[in-house]
């Protein structure tokens, strides 16, 4: 069974780039079941989906964060990551990593337990 | 396109509730729905995939569907129990984009 694991730092500051990292076991990130998927939570708020990477590297990402993220796979350590630039308060959220199945690759399924992510000085 | 769904909704043990979903541009039926659970403190999981699938796991109470004619889906919770009180929220796609809707806190009391 195919699990996930968020890491990174807990708090970043303005303008900076954020890095996480999403480790994914009992299964290779290349199989081709899955397309592996950021999305975030600001507090109290609902879900948005950040953007995500096939398993043979192809990227796509939310139109209205596209020009600041960066979703890269690492094979050799079976993780992949997301890198958002020039931070703000309004990024802050709890940041989950998830893996996209289904018949047509569209399914959130699994998630992992998230990161909280807080911008501030 | 977005995906509105009710703030919030309440009903009593034993009833049955709906939560809509609906599309505001593009065809429902083109793209499918799923349909998350999210527990205070807890990851979402999956309730329903593909407008109507339940995973191994989801009791049968839990059903999914799509009515064409309100460009919206729904997801339907029979037999409510306490433990079914939780946020829910409706995914879909299009071809650039996936969206969830804003989500729909439950609450069973």
């Known amino acids: 069974q195919v699990q996930l694991q968020e890491s990174g730092p807990g708090l970043v500051m303005p303008s900076q780039t954020l890095s996480l990292t999403c480790t994914v076991s009992?299964?290779?990130?290349?199989?081709?079941?899955?397309?592996w998927s950021w999305i975030r939570q600001p507090p109290g708020k609902g879900l948005e989906w950040i953007g995500y990477?096939?398993?043979?590297?192809?990227?796509y990402y939310n139109p209205s964060l596209t020009s600041r993220i960066t979703i890269s796979l690492d094979t050799s350590k079976n993780q992949f990551s997301l890198r958002l630039n020039s931070m703000t308060a309004t990024d802050t959220a709890l940041y989950y990593c998830?893996?996209?199945?289904?018949?047509?690759?569209?399914?959130?399924?699994?998630w992992g337990q998230g990161t909280l992510v807080i911008v501030s000085s | 396109f977005m995906l509105t769904q009710p703030h919030s909704v309440s009903e009593s043990p034993g009833k049955t509730v709906t939560i809509s979903c609906t599309r505001s541009?593009?065809?429902?039926?083109?793209?499918?729905v799923q349909w998350y659970q999210q527990r205070p403190g807890s990851s979402p999981t999956t309730v329903i995939y593909e407008d109507n699938q339940r995973p191994s796991g989801v009791p049968d109470r839990f059903s999914g569907s799509i009515d064409s004619s309100s460009n919206s889906a729904s997801l339907t919770i029979s037999g409510l129990k306490t433990d079914d009180e939780a946020d829910y929220y409706c995914?879909?796609?299009?071809?650039?984009?996936?969206?969830f809707g804003g989500g729909t806190k439950l609450t069973v009391l």
């Open positions: 541009s593009g065809s429902i039926d083109n793209n499918y």
């Open positions: 998830a893996g996209v199945g289904g018949l047509d690759l569209n399914w959130f399924d699994p």
């Open positions: 995914q879909s796609y299009d071809s650039s984009n996936q969206v």
């Open positions: 990477i096939s398993y043979s590297g192809s990227s």
């Open positions: 009992g299964g290779s990130i290349t199989s081709g079941d899955y397309y």
